[in-house]
């Protein structure tokens, strides 16, 4: 990951009205929608993301409680951003987005912005982003490599295909499959490779198992239980597409998502009851009988001893890690979570959510954190999605080459992909692949 150095001055913006509603979000339950006027008449507008199997340490949405949409609902939040965060917004030029956010911090007064909500507080972040890249005549990637940086990259998208865990109803433990077009030349052959295998996985999916129904971010989520069952159907998927299976072409990455089959103590059920070490061994042989290049939330994330153990096992001798091992749950995005980790040993790689954190500013910082420690990042959608396409802008912008937007289908999911191809289309030679 090379970086240049800053080329054009921040341009102020201010904001002359803003306000929120209540939108669905792609699982049917309230999310909430900011917009804003800019002094030239120019309007704005940002959603907030929401996850379902969230980290114990991620900044803390705010909802309405009660029987309506089972609590949550997001009024409370709407009105403290027009009674407290639109007055704050609109009263004076903002020069940075790091000025910004550092006001956002002080009128929420709170650790992860429980009094404001994480929600509106990302919204407002994302939405002032979007403000200084229109004021300094720039795409939001541009902008935010030309703040952050860094240079820009088209990144390797990584499916998320099959899905388990908190996502799905099946008895499937792991959360996520995904399939990576590494080989890929372009962004639009890794988004159009991705959309093959999908289709010829459907059919293989409807015809092993007679339905194909999906789970919350797109990928199917058939009636299956053991991993290795469903990484037998991405290989399979992945021929009968005429690619081949390999982290050098259409790799595998995994998000087991442990915090949703730890036991507690240290185990862990994938069919058995699994110890530390057993789950570490577990991984292993996956490792050994598939092309798997991302492992992330391996273990739980208050298992500070089982991410020690297959720190030991994943790395080798000169350093170098056997698989990209990431941590989502374990760092929420957080710079000083991150740092720790590193120095634990625990993973060579982050996973970068803006929502967990809470702003924008806060994001650039954990990249920032990751690339001083020489970790790899992957920037991530949540579960429960808009068609805001925010982190396509942002995974270009921080140059981080990797992404997970969840399956190649169902618009909210679709939006990432399609305005990575766009800003492909817009500059011709950007570089496409991992950092
Ligand atoms: C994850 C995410 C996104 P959620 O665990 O990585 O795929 O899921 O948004 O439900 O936390
Ligand atoms: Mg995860």
Partial sequence: MSTSTPTTAIEPISVTELGARSILDSRGFPTLEVRGTLADGTELRAAAPAGASTGEHEAVELRDGGSAFSGRGVNVAITRLDDEIAPLITGRRWSSIDEVDGALAELDGTSGYRRLGANAVVAVSILATRA?????????????????????????????????????????????FMIAPVGAATEREAVDTGAEVYHVLRALVADRFGTAG?????????????????????????????????????????????NGFSLG????????????????????????DYPIRSLEDGFAEDDGDGWTAMGEALRRPDGSWRVQTVGDDLYVTDPARIRAGAEKGWSDAV??????????????????????????????????????????DLVVGTGVGQ?????????????????????????????????
């Fill in 403 to 435: 992404i997970k937007s969840g399956a190649p289908a169902r618009g909210e999911r679709v939006a990432k992909y399609n305005r990575l191809t766009e800003i492909e289309l817009d500059r011709p030679g950007l570089r496409y692949g991992l950092a």
């Fill in 214 to 258: 999906l789970g919350d971010e797109g990928g199917f989520a058939p009636p299956l239980a053991d991993p290795r069952e469903a990484l037998d159907l991405l290989v399979e998927a992945i021929v009968e597409a005429g690619r081949r299976p390999g982290t050098d072409d259409v790799a595998i990455a995994l998000d087991p998502a442990a």
């Fill in 132 to 176: 200084f890249a229109h004021a300094a005549g720039q795409p939001l990637h541009t902008w935010i490599s030309t703040t952050t940086g860094a240079d820009e990259l088209l990144p390797v998208p990584h499916f998320n295909v099959l899905n388990g865990g908190a996502h799905a109803a099946n008895a499937l433990d792991f959360q996520e």
């Fill in 351 to 392: 996973l970068i959510k803006p929502n967990q954190i809470g702003t924008v500013s806060q994001t650039f910082a954990a990249v920032a954190t990751a690339r001083e420690l020489g970790m790899a990042a992957m920037v991530s959608h949540r579960s429960g999605e808009t068609v805001d396409t925010f982190i396509a």
């Fill in 265 to 288: 103590d240290g185990r862990y059920r994938v069919g058995d009851e699994l110890s530390r070490d057993q789950l570490v061994d577990y991984y292993l042989t996956l490792l050994d």
